[in-house]
């Protein structure tokens, strides 16, 4: 028994004539005969008298006929309840997040409940290439990811740029200034994670090393925030960087963060979303994100 077939019996019972019933449902009238008369096998009954002048339901097509509407409205319930879900689910935004969003995060969620309160934003932690998997299966509906990287059906869209700040030890003569100019670090090992991790940030890094003048020397490997700020405020010098919206979140007693002196590296933050997405669902976050570039 199809679904198709239970429509096609209600439409010949309130018409009382296949011809009628199919254009109703915009089909043509041997499908409906062809349909029904299969309904009739399956159930062992004939459902309706047929002749050249009339069709009338049998004693068995009026005592179907109930459960035929009712299965009919289970069916349009069913659909309903879904739109319901789906009208639900659209108020509910899930984004990648990446390491290092700090403050800007949380002032984009307050920009979000100012000016969008009926969205719920569920946030999903995942690495780079998760996130982006996830956007284009469907799952996030958009994604932070820094640095360019090419994805067939995404558009990166730039939301802001992350300046990056130096984490010093707090008793080095470079953390009582202002800022601090690359140049300056160069006799200071660097702690950074490993390229393959996060290239994007490792090449930055290296780059304006070598604008200015010097080869870093890499120093440990930088592990977690609280593991690698305890090791740059004790022990031998060194130096790390972080964006400068994590440092703001972050507390290390003997630590100090400073910016750096022009040019200032900065890394472009983008906004991953399927080129498909609906721009009105996405039209608060994105205004959202616009209240929080530099």
């Known amino acids: 028994m199809e679904l198709r077939q239970i429509h096609y019996v209600l439409a010949v019972a309130e018409e009382l004539h296949f011809g009628r019933a199919a254009e109703r449902l915009h089909i043509v009238q041997p499908t409906v005969s062809q349909q029904i008369r299969r309904l009739e096998r399956e159930l062992g009954v004939a459902l309706f008298d047929r002749s050249t002048r009339s069709v009338t339901l049998t004693t068995a097509g009026a005592a179907f ?38 403050v800007r ?33 469907g799952e996030l509906h958009a994604a932070f990811i820094r640095g360019v990287v090419e994805v067939p059906d995404l558009e990166l869209i730039p939301v802001w740029r992350d300046p990056l ?62 593991d690698t700020l305890a090791a740059v405020g004790s022990g031998r010098p060194s130096w790390t960087v972080f964006y400068a919206a994590k440092a703001e979140v ?36 994105l205004d959202a994100c616009r209240t929080q570039g530099e």
């Open 105 to 137: 995060l949380d002032r984009l969620l307050a920009a979000l409940e100012d000016n969008a309160p009926e969205i719920s934003v569920e946030l999903v932690s995942a690495p780079p290439a998760t996130r982006l998997r996830q956007v284009r299966d």
């Open 250 to 285: 972050l507390s290390a007693t003997r630590v100090v963060f400073r910016p750096f002196a022009d040019p200032v590296p900065a890394m472009q933050t983008y906004l991953a979303v399927r080129r498909d997405a609906p721009a009105r669902r996405l039209a608060p976050l």
């Open 65 to 102: 006929l109930p459960h035929a509407r009712a299965v009919a409205a289970a069916e349009r319930a069913g659909l309903e309840a879904m739109a319901g879900f789906r009208a639900d689910q659209a108020a509910v935004l899930r984004v990648g997040t990446n390491v290092g969003l700090g």
């Open 165 to 226: 700040v130096v984490a010093l030890p707090a008793a080095h003569p470079l953390a009582h200034g202002e800022t601090v100019a690359v140049a300056d670090l160069a006799a200071l090992p660097l702690r950074i994670v490993p390229r393959e991790k996060n290239p994007h940030l490792v090449d930055l890094i290296v780059g304006v090393c070598r604008d200015a003048g010097f080869e870093p020397v890499v120093g440990p490997t930088f592990t977690t925030d609280q």
